[in-house]
């Protein structure tokens, strides 16, 4: 597998133009539209100013590539005295704050040093913004939300909405804070991005609660939350996951077996129980309880849970340095029933990876291969420098050996941790954390994989745009929607419709003149003013009077027929205005956003041959 790099390139092209002998005033006027033009075209990078690169390098952590945008990377990044959580835009090379609710403007210096692989405790800081998840679809003005955990001013842990636009720019909106008597923690958005999850606990433990529906709070109509309880127990709760399917949410928990407390993967349904109640927690690692699970996280296929497990009898001790393997079940229905159970598989290994660095808020990475699935890991070798290696899913299973790549030996860099990657057309982008000298860095490599494609994101649809459309042109609003053949029926009638008006509106025009023509004749024949001839003139003159006549009712005829098509037209409008409004909320797929073209402008003033010169030099960013 080789390696490149996408680099940005500017290609500057000026154009000037002067005059001989221009008028007094005409430098100045020129001048002044010259600003104006330049200061419009600048104002995006006006805007992307106060970039600073030296936030990539610290105690930096945790991150998450943007669904949509695979140009746009969450971090976070430990400070002395609080957790701060940034957007890193590769593309424009800026590095801007996200904040929940009122804070100090200024970051405190860095943290005097941590391993990278030391646990951080952030229960004793002043401020923390962390636990960024985005949402994984765009809506209809194609935002892309995330939520995050703010403690603002108030020192708790609340919940957090924000946007970045369709542009790649922070929302300069206050985020939307949603919060319940609790702490939250752990986010996490459903499959279709209309539900979120989250824990809340407090001082008798912690719960998973969810939003049903959080469209009335990203078009801010709605400030009310109240989220509904999906568990309820005096147990520990932490880190749910979403089934591919939204069916269920896996989640850690604190569980009590064979007279030992030790820590499990549980399953809840999310589908509506009989009588209303809350559905029951199916414990899904009981054949491992002399260990501790922690952290699941669903394959793409739903059919498989991936999670962390202790290497040995945690004997009461919870703390993250049991976190040494990766485990894999598999969920199975229970014959003539739709009970689920957990099923802990083995291959080439007995677990998937041993001797592994853990993810600081989510569970193993699973990642798209060719003809298959892999998992995404970092193994606790020192003397290897914590390597970045993936495992084909497929291949551990059927015991073959060479089911592991390490993928570190491409990059040359040291000391790994929390690897996540996104298909990019042609490529794949790896984003990890390395440690340079005394402090880590966020890392962002590039590599070619010949046939990769970008995993589409879901987009919301606008009942508005696809009926403004659609006033505009018939059909376009179905084409919005993605129903091409419906649109093109539509567009085709429209065209035939009105073709056909336009065509019988000029053919009764034509046959209007032709009978004008043919009456003027047959005047004069009837007065004997062409002819002296009376009986030619009597054979003129009946003639005539046919032509006019055939002529008369061919307009007609066309009229009639023209006023059918004008009809025919007004009700294909009419009924291609019901049609795009129809279907709504409606979501489709789209490729993700990738780079885009910004132009960048400044105003030239020179003086050549004696004469003033004015102009402006453009810059394409690609």
Known sequence: MSLFFMH????????????????????????????????????PALAQQGS???????????????????????????????????????????????????QEGNSASDASFLSLFSDQDVSNLSRYDGQLVWRPRLDAQERQWFAFISSGSGGGFDLHLSYVDAAGRLSTEPPIHLSRSGTEQFPQWSPDGMRLAFVSGSENGSDLYWVPNVAPFLNRGSRAFEPQQLTASRALEFYPAWSPNGEYIAFQTLTTQNGRENWGISLVSTEPQPGGGLPTPIPLTEDLSAFDEYKPSWAPDGQHIAFYVSQGDGGGQRNSSLLQDIGVLALVRTSGSNRVMGRSLSGFSPRLAQNVVPHTDRGPAWVPAAGGLQLLYVKRDAQAGFPIFAADFSKWQSRQPDF?????????????????????????????????????????????????????????????????????????????????????????GEVAALGAAAFFVTSNRSSVSDAEMFKAAYEAELRGLTDPNITDAQAKQSANFQNWQQAYDDAESAASTALIATAA???????????????????????????????HARPIFTYAHGAPQSGIQLRLTF
């Open 404 to 492: 592991e790549e390490n993928f570190s030996e491409q990059f040359g860099t040291q000391n790994h941790k929390e690897p996540v990657m996104a298909l990019l057309p042609g490529t794949l982008r790896v984003v990890f954390i390395s440690q340079e000298g005394n402090a880590n860095k966020l890392q962002v490599f590039d590599l070619r994989r010949a046939g990769a494609q970008p995993q589409p994101i879901m987009v919301e649809l606008s009942k508005g745009t696809a009926v403004r459309r659609s006033l505009l042109l018939p059909g376009m609003g179905q084409f919005y929607k993605g129903q091409k053949a419906k649109g093109a029926l539509f567009l085709v």
């Open 8 to 43: 940005s390139h500017c290609d500057e092209m000026p154009m000037r133009w002067s005059a001989p002998h221009p008028p007094r005033y005409s430098h100045l006027l020129r001048m002044l539209v010259v600003l104006g033009c330049s200061w419009l075209l600048t104002l």
């Open 52 to 102: 600073d690169a030296s936030r990539l390098v610290g105690q930096v952590q945790n991150p998450s590539i943007s669904p949509s945008n695979p140009d746009l990377i969450a971090f976070e990044r430990l400070l002395r005295d609080a957790q701060e959580l940034y957007l890193y835009n590769r593309r424009t090379g800026d590095v801007t704050r996200v904040q929940g609710g009122q």
């Open 569 to 599: 037209a007004a009700g294909i409008w009419a009924l291609n205005l019901l049609d795009s409004s129809a279907g709504f909320p409606r979501v489709v797929r789209r490729p993700a956003r990738m780079a885009v073209v910004e132009a």
